[in-house]
């Protein structure tokens, strides 16, 4: 008998000591060069992958636990991601920042300078791909058992760089450098179907199993990265996926014949599908790019599924106790036609069982209230490109039909309302009713949102399901958004709470309520808010070219620019206060700096002119000395997750103005009242919920509630009747027609004057009067110091509740029923 060979497996050392010598030993034999002559990305490749290295050692562990235990698995499919830079993250998540600090300073480099060599990989376009990397985090942090799901776009949202104010987009390469954060992993490839023709099963006698032979396949390729939990040993993985020509696809005869291009026609066409994010944000976009896109996700991720369930489970019965499946927003939702196919045609589960099955597994997240974001596909499309699945949909709307009229007898008006179909010259695919139909649970994602959609969009669903309607409040990390990118406060708050216990659990905030009525504590609180403001303005100074006084009023609108997140509604605010200054230079202002960041969708004129509008009225204030004493107007370019980081710790007056009922819920508001900055803003959205719990003189309200902007549309809204009524709201819109921020060039924001006073969709015109004397009361709050400091403290220790812990413990209550599997160290 030969004796038990122990068994290979590495584990990393956890003192100074061993992290130095696994850094020179990787940067030697895994980057393959020396101390002496490593370069910038040497040295940032380096220390990321022996960060990433104490990660790996908790995600084997983790993946055994999960092997053992055999748990149920959350997987949420997204198209979008944003997961920011992953450098510092991971050094906080592994505690070995403090060894990294003193290992630099001996080699004579900073971590800083390493860290701009840190790509965040911006794979999607705003909230919601930032809501999925948020959800993710707490979900490891909780310790559920959880893969995310995702497309390894190409280039992720452009890059945006102004030319003479106008927005110009340039690719996101994010990956020319190399991606150390992500392990390849073709071994779990998959074939993925497109076209073709489908074929009756001659020994059904239902009819309802058919074979597709589809007209072209295309391989996903899969990578993951390690997704660590804070204060936990599980690391979780996202799976993201990138199309690769199947094998056949090169065309060697064209090649061997010289038809160069022809020959790598097909692998171009196969590559393209996740060559590029959709930069566009909550409007529907009927492209057929795109519904390739989100069915190669699908594909992928499901059979991805179903052999992660096969390693410890057979049979079908208990797979919906094992799998639960969140659709994130429609764009995955084709899923639930897919694992029907799989189901039917390919394991010869029956109809009704493997309908069963799919309901229970699935569960849908609504992000959106505006009609023209509910993805709806043409039917001549989903035939075409998805001939199966476009069969699968008139059965599954058949028999949902069935339902609807036993539950409503002659009423066909509901029936067309409910429909899976849109009927009309275009025949459409209500992609909202597919996903509703196909699960357990759907859930909006702040109170005011959910509530609308069983009111309007989804009424006639809640109201024959009530009981599959959930509100589930977004959250976000506070790992991210407050440990890490603002670690000043977060020290005086630890100092202040006696440790770090809040990191994890954030209500503990709630005990900074008493340290807001000391005077030192303020103090303090005031110096962590200074000292990110100088920060901020060196980083401004750095990208703009302007100035900004850290004292003064700092004034952010943080967002993608949106019409009905009103970004024209804050210019015409910062026109007026112009035309105060002009009328009466020797008075006194509040000085501000008002700070705008965001991209439009590079389709969206309407948007891209406003952008070039805020830049043309930042060169008439930055430049014009009377206003520039009392005001600044600054746009850094290419708003993203790593720049909110800087933004947020540095802001004073947060700005969410969207016209009430529009806003799904707004994530960016949460952050910032986290990080001490006042709300100014509407009751939409998730800004509702924070006034509630900082409590309402701690927020500045205006305008219009949701239920008073629909009745003055309904009474036939004028928004000439606004400007006419009010003398400074006309001089506002006068001085944009004027031609004074386009050289005196009248036509240029002719477009913009003309969209205000002709139609103003979302109705800035109305709520301006109200906003602009709710700005002068945060004026007025801002000169009393103390005051302004212990409002600032209480939405700290008041916003607690939007930790995305807590939105995922609903989730895992609520919807999941999953349960923690703990990982031992
Ligand atoms: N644009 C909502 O508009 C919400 C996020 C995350 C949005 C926003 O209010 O906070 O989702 N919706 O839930 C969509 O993207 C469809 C968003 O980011």
């Known amino acids: ?68 235990a055999n748990p149920r698995f959350v997987y949420y499919l997204s198209a979008e991601y944003l997961l920011g830079r992953q450098l510092r993250q991971n050094l906080l998540y592994t505690d070995t920042e403090r060894w990294v600090r003193p290992i630099a300073e001996d080699l004579g480099v900073s971590l800083e300078a390493l860290e701009v060599y840190d790509v965040e990989p911006g794979l999607g376009n705003g909230g919601l791909g930032r809501l999925a990397a948020c959800l993710l985090d707490s979900m490891a942090t909780l310790d559920i058992p ?57 020994k059904d006698p239902t009819g309802l199993k058919k074979h597709w032979v589809p007209g072209e396949t295309v391989r996903g390729e899969p990578s993951h990265m390690l997704v660590p939990g804070y204060g936990t040993q599980t690391v979780n993985i996202i799976r993201l996926w990138q199309a690769r020509a199947s094998r056949e696809s090169f065309d060697l005869a064209r090649f061997g014949v010289g038809q160069y291009v022809e020959a790598v026609d097909d692998i171009v066409k196969a590559e393209n599908i996740s060559k590029v994010l959709y930069p566009d944000d909550s409007t529907e976009l009927g492209r057929e790019l795109r519904l390739k896109q989100q069915y190669f996700l699908v594909a992928c991720s499901l059979r991805d599924i179903i052999r ?3 390693l410890r489970n057979s049979g079908w019965e208990g797979f919906a106790d094992k799998v639960v499946i969140q659709l994130n927003d429609t764009h995955p939702v084709v899923a639930v036609t897919e694992l029907m ?116 969009t989804l009424h006639d669903f809640a109201t024959l ?19 890490m990118a603002n670690p000043r406060l977060s020290t005086l708050i630890t100092e202040s709470l006696g440790d770090e216990g809040w990191l994890t659990d954030l209500e503990r905030l709630h005990g900074l309520g008493t340290a807001a009525d000391d005077p030192a504590f303020r103090a303090a609180w005031r110096d962590v808010k200074r000292q990110n403001k100088v920060e901020l303005a060196a980083a401004v100074e750095r990208s703009t070219g302007v100035l900004i006084d850290p004292d003064a009023l700092a004034d952010v609108m943080i967002k993608r620019f949106h019409e009905y997140k009103r970004q024209q509604l804050k210019l015409l605010h910062v026109i007026t206060m112009v035309n105060r200054i002009r009328a009466d230079p020797q008075a006194t202002y509040v000085p501000r700096t008002v700070l705008f960041g965001g991209k439009a969708a590079p389709g969206y004129h309407a948007m ?75 009751l939409d959205g998730a800004n509702i919920e924070i006034r509630d719990r900082v409590g309402a003189d701690n927020f500045f309200l205006f305008g219009m509630d949701a239920p008073a902007a629909a009745a003055l549309r309904r009474s036939g809204y004028s ?107």
């Open 1 to 68: 008998m030969t004796e038990a060979r122990p068994r290979l497996r590495r584990t990393v050392g956890d003192s100074l000591e061993d992290f130095e010598r696994d850094l020179i030993s990787n940067l030697y034999y895994q980057r393959g060069t020396t101390i002496e002559s490593a370069s910038g990305p040497d040295g940032y490749h380096t220390l990321a992958v022996t960060v990433r290295d104490r990660l790996v050692d908790r995600y084997a562990r983790t993946a055994a636990a999960h092997y053992a």
């Open 146 to 202: 959880a893969v995310g799901y995702g497309i390894r776009y190409e280039f992720g949202i452009f890059k945006q760089t102004f030319r003479d104010g106008q927005q110009v987009e340039r690719p996101d390469d994010w990956t020319f450098y190399g991606n150390p954060w992500e392990f390849p992993a073709p071994d779990d490839r998959q074939l993925v179907g497109f076209y073709g023709t489908t074929k009756a099963d001659p």
């Open 308 to 310: 992660r369930y096969r």
């Open 341 to 456: 196919r799989l189901l039917v045609d390919e394991h010869g589960v029956g109809w009704d069982e493997a309908w069963s099955i799919t309901r229970r597994t699935f569960n849908y997240t609504c992000h959106t209230l505006l009609p023209e974001a509910l993805e709806t596909w043409p039917v001549r499309l989903l035939e075409r490109l998805l001939p199966r699945h476009m069969e699968i949909i008139y059965a599954i709307n058949h028999f949902f039909l069935e339902e609807v009229r036993a539950a409503y007898p002659g009423d066909e008006d509901v029936v067309r309302r409910m429909s899976v179909i849109q009927e009309g010259d275009e025949r459409r695919v209500r992609m909202a009713h597919l996903a509703v139909v196909g699960s357990t649970a759907v859930n909006g994602v702040a109170e005011l949102h959910t509530k609308l959609l069983a009111e309007t």
């Open 465 to 483: 399901w009530p009981e599959r309607f959930h509100n589930v409040t977004n959250g976000v990390t506070p790992r991210r958004f407050l440990r």
């Open 608 to 682: 891209k002119l406003l952008i070039q509008l805020v830049n043309a009225v930042a060169d008439v204030v930055n430049t014009d000395p009377v206003i520039a004493r009392h005001l600044r107007v600054v746009f850094p370019p290419d708003y993203n997750v790593t720049k909110a980081q800087f933004v947020i710790p540095a802001a004073d007056l947060s700005e969410q103005i969207s016209l009430a009922g529009k806003e799904a819920s707004g994530t960016g508001n949460m952050k910032l009242a986290l990080n001490g900055a006042l709300t100014i803003g509407t």
């Open 719 to 825: 928004p000439r009747s606004f400007y006419e009524a009010d003398f400074e709201l006309r001089l506002a819109v006068d001085t944009i027609a004027s031609g004074a921020f386009a050289k005196g060039d009248r036509s240029v924001f002719a477009p913009v004057v003309d969209a205000m006073l002709g139609r103003d969709e979302y109705m800035a015109l109305a709520d301006y009067r109200a906003y602009v004397d709710c700005q002068d009361t945060v004026a007025e709050a801002w000169t009393d110091t103390e005051r302004w400091t212990r409002m600032s403290v209480l939405n700290t220790a008041r916003c607690g509740f939007f930790s995305s812990d807590r939105t995922v413990r609903e989730y895992c209550a609520q919807i999941w029923k999953v349960d923690p599997v703990r990982v031992s160290p």
